[in-house]
Nanobody, 128 residues
Framework: QVQLAESGGNSVQAGGSLKLTCSVS??????????VAWFRQAPGKEREGVAA????????YYSYSAKSRFAISQDNAGKAVYLQGNSLEPEDTGMYYC???????????????????WGQGTQVTVSS
């Protein structure tokens, strides 16, 4: 069973930075192809894909709004996936979720329907 746990959410001022961590259970390393993605959901809005990283070829995918300010990466052991956000804006406020699939593919930007495993989320609040 693939398990995910997010951490690193916080309250920051506009223009600040945050680094979120998604801790990935050992089970995912048994698959040769998988993707891990970050989604976010603002109050009253749909959950949207921010970024994804696919292990098969280390390809990355970003939403249009995230391309210039967010970066997804992973540690060498494959046990953590990070989302670095810079120049944060109040519109970046929301619950950030980590998700994974074992098909090894993601649309660009990542779509909720393509991901099977989900974490509980970590809250990011950006104040102006």
């Amino acid at each position: 069973q693939v398990q995910l746990a997010e951490s690193g959410g916080n309250s920051v001022q506009a223009g600040g930075s945050l680094k979120l961590t998604c801790s990935v259970s050992q089970a995912i390393s048994t698959y040769s192809r998988y993707c891990v993605a970050w989604f976010r959901q603002a109050p009253g809005k749909e959950r949207e894909g921010v970024a994804a990283l696919c292990r098969r070829d280390d390809s990355t995918y970003y939403s249009y709004s995230a391309k210039s300010r967010f970066a997804i990466s992973q540690d060498n052991a494959g046990k953590a996936v990070y989302l670095q956000g810079n120049s944060l804006e109040p519109e970046d406020t929301g619950m950030y979720y980590c998700a994974a699939n074992i098909i090894g593919r993601s649309r660009d930007p990542p779509q909720r329907a393509d991901f099977t495993y989900w974490g509980q989320g970590t809250q990011v609040t950006v104040s102006s």
